[in-house]
């Protein structure tokens, strides 16, 4: 499976690495591209990944994520910035992640944004409502209880496993509902 991992923020950082962790190990082809905000969390994430992680430069337009006619299973942006958010909804492109989610769109694949800021404006809410009817996923870094967490880990593991669920990977980072 070949998988786009746009990080725009770094106050998600925990969750972007344990997503591309999940992503490699599952032998995901996956290209990486950060924000300049995402940038101190990129050299951690990755660390031991080895061939099957490329990063690539915001302004890569070359990239084969900057495409259509490219082959690309799915598109994730986390931790995913408001501004990156509402770049996104409203259809500019100013860097690879923009396009890259910008694609997916246009080719009506699979795109999850995953925004963390909080609390939430009026239009944050409008510009993630635009971009859930443009196609996107909106996966909110907002962990769930129910599944018994006992540390901050077990919470990442929940929403990470969330967003391999809506790629369409099979994972067992939490206990599921009603196990």
């Not at 931790?79 to 396009?99: D, E, F």
């Amino acid at each position: 499976m070949r998988i786009f991992l746009g990080i725009t923020g770094a106050s998600g950082a925990p969750y972007a690495v344990k997503l591309l962790r999940a992503l490699v190990a599952a032998e995901c082809e996956v290209g990486v591209c950060a924000s300049s905000s995402g940038d101190e969390v990129l050299a951690r994430m990755t660390e031991g990944a080895g061939d099957a992680v490329t990063v690539y430069d915001p302004s890569d337009w070359s990239s084969p994520y900057a495409s259509g006619s490219a082959k690309v299973d799915g598109y994730v942006v986390c931790p995913c910035s408001m501004s990156t958010l509402a770049t996104i909804a409203s259809g500019a492109m100013q860097n690879l992640v923009h396009r890259a989610a910008s694609v997916a769109l246009k080719e009506e694949r699979k795109l999850v944004l995953m925004p963390r800021e909080t609390p939430l404006s009026t239009i944050h809410l409008e510009t993630m409502l635009a971009a859930k009817r443009a196609g996107a996923t909106i996966l909110f870094l907002a962990p769930g209880f129910y599944h018994g967490a006992e540390s901050v880990d077990d919470l990442v593991d929940f929403i990470v496993g969330r967003a391999l669920d809506q790629l369409g990977l099979d994972n067992a980072l939490s206990k599921r509902w009603g196990q």
